[in-house]
């Protein structure tokens, strides 16, 4: 299957270091990575404090974890694992260069009318 991009889906994880992330707590106002679906893969962003990563990842529904299969872009400027500290957020993102946006606004003007 393809990857799965959903709105609003935020939890947050106490792992540390570069592994796989267990999801540990909902955020009020945001769904879970449950929507995405279990051995799906999404779009994910990591943040704590002034780190962030950016990647594609897998959902696995038992034990609730996130891997961290490709890491598209960090703070760091580069595609290395941020390191855990065991105080993060995650959620679904759509990184700006896997969207399908050809830079022309009449695109969505035609579209959306």
């Known amino acids: 299957m393809g990857i799965i991009v959903k709105d609003r889906v935020k939890q947050t994880s106490t792992t ?3 592994g796989t992330l267990t999801l ?3 955020v009020d106002g945001f769904r879970t990575f449950a929507d995405i679906g279990d051995g799906n893969s999404t779009f994910y962003c990591i943040v704590y404090g ?4 950016v990647g594609v990842g897998t959902y696995t529904a038992s034990g609730t974890t996130l891997s961290r299969d490709t890491v598209l872009q960090t703070s760091a400027g580069n595609t290395t694992k ?3 500290t065991g105080n993060q957020e995650v959620f679904v993102t759509q990184p700006a260069d896997k969207n399908a ?5 009449y ?5 959306f009318g």
């Open 24 to 26: 540990t707590g909902s």
């Open 82 to 84: 941020i390191t855990c």
């Open 50 to 53: 002034n780190d962030f990563e």
């Open 107 to 111: 695109v969505y003007a035609n579209l």
């Open 16 to 18: 540390t270091g570069q």
């Open 101 to 105: 946006h050809d830079g022309k606004a």
